[in-house]
């Protein structure tokens, strides 16, 4: 794969690494991927409620 193609240090370490805990690490990387943009979409979603909630005053009052 291309990744590999060109090593780094990380790749160096990563291909050394016993196979488990390779594993463990791919799964928590992915985990914090996917928490990092469940944590975006949720920021987005409270400001946007909030900027309703003010549209929404303003009209009403």
């Known amino acids: 794969s291309p990744l590999f193609q060109n090593p780094s240090v990380i790749n160096t370490l990563a291909t050394r690494l016993p196979r488990p805990i390779l594993d463990v690490a791919t799964v928590l ?5 996917i928490w990092d943009c469940i944590w975006t979409d949720i920021c987005v979603l409270v400001f946007l409620v909030g900027c309703f909630i003010v549209v929404g005053s303003l009209f009403a009052g």
Not at 29 to 33: A, E, H, M
Request: aromatic share 20%; no cysteine; proline share 0%.
């Open 29 to 33: 990387v992915r985990y914090k991927l």
